[in-house]
């Protein structure tokens, strides 16, 4: 991304709230229980997760901003919010159904950033996505291979 300007970051949280479960199919309900604990339970579990999307750009000397926050909203309210609010993960999404991707959030974050970063103008990249399942946990990726 060409630089004009001074880099700035601007950061943007939005919230879903969606059921999960782990579990791996081909293993058996004890190697589930030992390997996820009780994010095995066969009904699932739910959370509020709070999503965390940073993006930076040059800023713009005509409008003062790094990032079009419209934009933004936009493409979270449709990649993340809309997509992810009010679901059981492994039933309504099929790249989390049983047998493929496991919902943590570590996959969440990787699905996140893919998504919100093919969308985003030029000029403006992703700096980084958290996915805070509760307020003692998170995951972030930075987009590091």
Request: glycine share 8%.
């Amino acid at each position: 991304m060409p630089a004009s300007g001074p880099i700035a970051y601007l950061t943007r949280t939005v919230q879903f709230s969606a059921a999960h479960r782990y579990f791996r199919p081909e293993w058996s309900a004890e190697k589930n229980t030992e390997v996820f604990g009780r994010c095995a339970s066969p009904n699932g579990h739910g959370h509020t997760y709070q999503c965390v999307v940073r993006v930076r750009g040059a800023v713009d000397p005509v409008t003062g901003m790094a990032a079009d926050l419209g934009t933004l909203d936009r493409i979270l309210a449709e990649e993340v919010v809309g997509r992810l609010d009010h679901r059981h993960l492994n039933l309504d999404l099929p790249e989390y159904a049983y047998g493929r991707t496991v919902p943590t959030g570590e996959a969440l974050c990787l699905d996140i950033w893919r998504r919100v970063s093919a969308r985003l103008p030029e000029g403006c990249a992703l700096d980084l996505v958290r996915v805070q399942e509760e307020p003692a946990l998170y995951t972030e990726y930075r987009g590091e291979a």
